[in-house]
């Protein structure tokens, strides 16, 4: 069955420096998720992407974090400066087009850690 | 708003015994409902999912959720407990844009 994939599984970066996350969504999916999970809390949406455009974005999702779709299978989620209040597991999820009913796909998470 | 609440935090089940685990949620309109389960270090799986129709929805693994829209409810339900189904187990409500929003998880220890 098609995955969500998402690397690094672990990226462990210092504070201020710039962090990307890739993710490659199943082939034919066309809407596309980052959630994260700070260790202890609840899983939390972060933004939705669709058609090369931020669909929705929470209040979390501030001018540090970015999403580009640079080609036809990379969905990247960018942290400019990270803090360290940014260290969570963050999870990639796609869903295909013209399905209302078909659920989010998650991947296997990105584990930040900002020293 | 839109919110999830899994009361139980911790439950510790005998191997063979039943689960049930609790999740009430907050949505202003028909909301999606989902369970998700997460092993350490994995990411997370769908168990099942409530969109309309039937309010006994059965998903993977022998779980079973039942939709009761008068308490605001949609709890999951194992009759018999394997040792592999420790776990954390999420509850989430959303709408047709699938922000959605999560419990803060359920983790189900399982004791032989």
């Known amino acids: 069955e098609p995955e969500v994939t998402q690397t690094p599984s672990h990226q462990v970066t210092q504070m201020g420096q710039e962090v990307i996350l890739r993710c490659v969504p199943i082939s034919n999916h066309l809407y596309f998720y980052w959630y994260r999970q700070i260790l202890g809390q609840k899983v939390e949406f972060l933004v939705s992407?669709?058609?090369?455009?931020?669909?929705?974005k929470s209040e979390i999702f501030d001018d540090q974090f970015s999403v580009e779709r640079p080609d036809g299978s990379n969905f990247t989620l960018k942290i400019r400066s990270t803090k360290l209040e940014d260290s969570a597991m963050y999870f990639c999820a796609s869903k295909p087009p013209g399905q209302p009913h078909s659920p989010l796909h998650f991947g296997n998470g990105t584990r930040l850690t900002v020293t | 708003a839109q919110s999830v609440t899994q009361p139980d935090i911790h439950i510790t089940v005998s191997e063979g015994a039943s689960l049930e685990l609790r999740c009430n949620y907050s949505?202003?309109?028909?909301?999606?409902l989902f369970w998700y389960v997460q092993s350490p270090g994995q990411g997370l799986q769908l168990l099942l999912k409530y969109f309309s129709g039937d309010t006994l929805v059965q998903g993977i693994k022998g779980f079973e959720a039942e939709f009761k829209r008068s308490q605001s409810s949609f709890n999951l339900r194992k009759p018999s407990v394997h040792w592999s189904d420790a776990a954390e187990y999420f509850c989430?409500?959303?709408?047709?844009?699938?922000?959605?929003?999560f419990g803060a998880g359920t983790t189900v220890t399982v004791r032989a």
């Open positions: 989430a409500v959303g709408g047709t844009d699938y922000k959605l929003s």
């Open positions: 992407f669709y058609n090369n455009e931020i669909s929705e």
């Open positions: 949505y202003g309109a028909t909301p999606y």
